[in-house]
T-cell receptor, first 112, second 112 residues
Framework: AQSVAQPEDQVNVAEGNPLTVKCTYS??????LFWYVQYPNRGLQFLLK??????LVKGSYGFEAEFNKSQTSFHLKKPSALVSDSALYFC??????????FGAGTTVTVRA | NAGVTQTPKFQVLKTGQSMTLQCAQD?????MYWYRQDPGMGLRLIYY???????DKGEVPNGYNVSRLNKREFSLRLESAAPSQTSVYFC???????????FGSGTRLTVV
């Protein structure tokens, strides 16, 4: 079965500092990986995905993610965090029938 | 605006009551999904419908039934609600060849 793990429940950073949210995956075959963000009392919004190609994927709101096959990781990054980036972030992996399996989520708090 | 519409947004049920959560999408997507979100557990797939006329169980289907009424609508029914079904429920859809999910804004259900 395919799965992702998010080892950190919470990440706290100061505004302007780099932000990293970690994700590791376990799949058979080529991984299709995703990041979603959830703001309070809202549904999930798509940030970015890795299907194939370049290991560095750029997405919405200045976020990017680095795919590392040897470390089976897909960490989300932002060079300079904003207070408005405070939210719940989910990593996900897709199976062959297009179902997504989500990690437990990481709460990001960016302090002013 | 195009997207996924869920109703109701909030609901309180007594143990043993039944109810149906409604979901409709206007993006002509083939696939639709129901997830539940619980703290620390991420999103777990309840049922999905890969195409009109088909439904399949996900990770946590017990206590739920679904109906894919047509291409637009995918409903989730709780026949006899239990406190363990207190959760936030999200409907999502995706199109053929596009792995991105579009999520509804969720239904917050409390069973007392």
């Amino acid at each position: 079965a395919q799965s992702v793990a998010q080892p950190e429940d919470q990440v706290n950073v100061a505004e302007g500092n780099p932000l990293t949210v970690k994700c590791t995956y376990s799949v058979s075959g080529n991984p299709y990986l995703f990041w979603y963000v959830q703001y309070p009392n809202r549904g999930l919004q798509f940030l970015l995905k890795y299907i194939t190609g370049d290991n560095l994927v750029k997405g919405s709101y200045g976020f990017e993610a680095e795919f590392n096959k040897s470390q089976t990781s897909f960490h989300l990054k932002k060079p300079s965090a904003l207070v408005s980036d405070s939210a719940l972030y989910f990593c996900a992996v897709r199976d062959r029938v297009y179902k997504l399996s989500f990690g437990a989520g990481t709460t990001v708090t960016v302090r002013a | 605006n195009a997207g996924v519409t869920q109703t109701p947004k909030f609901q309180v049920l007594k143990t043993g009551q039944s109810m149906t959560l409604q979901c409709a999408q206007d993006m002509n997507h083939n696939s639709m999904y129901w997830y539940r979100q619980d703290p620390g557990m991420g999103l777990r797939l309840i049922y999905y419908s890969a195409s009109e006329g088909t439904t399949d169980k996900g990770e946590v289907p017990n206590g739920y039934n679904v109906s894919r009424l047509n291409k637009r609508e995918f409903s989730l029914r709780l026949e006899s609600a239990a406190p363990s079904q207190t959760s936030v429920y999200f409907c999502a859809s995706s199109g053929t060849g596009n792995p991105n999910y579009t999520f509804g804004s969720g239904t917050r259900l409390t069973v007392v």
